[in-house]
Nanobody, 121 residues
Framework: QVQLVESGGGLVQPGGSLRLSCAAS????????MGWYRQAPGKERELVAV???????KYGDSVKGRFTISRDNAKNTVYLQMNSLKPEDTAVYYC???????????????WGQGTLVTVSS
């Protein structure tokens, strides 16, 4: 069983910062891309940022220059540092990863349970 567990969401004032974490656990052989998506009420899920196993990154246009994605391969963990937060960043943030499991070497896509980020004064 391979799963992702997120942490770090909460309430923050506009202009503030938050750091999200997502740890993968279970029978893992390797992890390819890890990323973050978000879904605001009434909107479709959108890409926030993704990082490859080699460290290459890609960001959604709305977060470029404010958010930074990073990963610790030794800990199977991906982070999202969010600075200069705006009310429009309010959403449920989901961790995503493509994982090769150890037992069958299958390429699996996994999602975290989601963590709510609320930006409000």
């Amino acid at each position: 069983q391979v799963q992702l567990v997120e942490s770090g969401g909460g309430l923050v004032q506009p202009g503030g910062s938050l750091r999200l974490s997502c740890a993968a656990s279970g029978s893992i052989f390797s992890i390819n891309d890890m990323g973050w998506y978000r879904q605001a009420p009434g909107k479709e899920r959108e890409l926030v940022a993704v990082v490859s196993s080699g460290g290459s990154t890609k960001y959604g246009d709305s977060v470029k220059g404010r958010f930074t994605i990073s990963r610790d391969n030794a800990k199977n963990t991906v982070y999202l540092q969010m600075n200069s937060l705006k009310p429009e960043d309010t959403a449920v943030y989901y961790c995503n990863a493509r994982i090769v499991d150890r037992m069958w070497l299958r390429d699996l896509e996994r999602w975290g349970q989601g963590t709510l980020v609320t930006v409000s004064s």
